[in-house]
């Protein structure tokens, strides 16, 4: 069954510092019309950047939105004409100040499908160097350094609950396996 | 360090059929003042319904932001004034007309921590009983079963990306390894 829903007509309804909202009339498949809003957003990157102990690099930050901090993984948006990978290392040495001699490329997974078109891509760093950050003006964030196995445990005992995290360690987890093939960079 | 931001004023500065966007005035931790932007979002479910011969239900869904189809769990938002429970019950029955006697509550998690407040609320239902399926209009969608451990082999090789059926996969792998055990409800 064709499942595709064509666009007949839309337009921008509404565009702020950073969210723009598209409003479609599209056509569904029995050729009845709709409606379809939805964020318009630029893509991001997460990074898994694993220290040669063993330890992952963390980040605890508040999000307005819920009102509360969230451990995280590093993550960020795509800036204008910039290349994925260019934006996972921009924002690792931003956020935490570390390096990594090694980039692999895990896979992208879509956050929100029913009301955004971003895509996030995520890439494991190896081969760590520590330095200096660079945090942007207003950002506040902690780096914590946590051994992988607890970090698996926090996936499962609600202390990451960061839905863009719990992919990416979803994926971290099945490498380490030997499960999932990633391909370096 | 107390990383809370505190906010100081707001407006809801767009109103669409679906989505509301929230501008707020806050201070940062350092008294500077910033704008955040946000969705605000009733919340969702989604459903691991696992039939008694090892096989999951998953749909094809076409979500038009994206502008593809993707592989996904049972899911949906929670209308005013339901429980979440309610709301997984009706939607399991209304996407794919089965009924479950046994349900177990996994965890929440937060699909778009950046730009919206939403929470998915994950359960598992067991004792599945298919009856006739009851779509919204407008709504398509094809219904699968595909064995538990091919759903799992998807969530690495590309087939299943859609973040929130990839964190309740992550959940469902470890619930069946007994790392994870959920409440009966």
Redesign the interface.
Known sequence: ?D???KKLTGEQ??T????K?Q??R?S???G?I??????HHPG?VAVLALLDDGQLLLE????????R??L?IPAG?IDPQEAPLQTAQRELLEETGYRAANWFYL??????????????HYYLATSLRAGERQLDE?E???VLTVPLSEVMAM??D?RI????S??G???LA?WQRG??RCEAL
């Not at 702020?16 to 969210?19: D, L, P, R, V």
């Not at 609950?161 to 863009?164: L, R, V």
């Open positions: 069954m499942l595709t829903e309804v509404y702020g510092g950073f969210i909202v409003l479609d599209v569904l498949p029995d009845k709709a409606w379809r809003e939805y964020i991001a605890r930050q508040y999000r307005y939105p819920a009102g901090t969230f995280e948006k896979g992208k997974a879509y956050p929100c499908i029913g009301y955004a078109d971003e895509v996030i207003g506040f964030l902690e996936t499962l609600g609950n960061d839905s863009k719990l992919v360690l979803h994926w099945a499960e999932l």
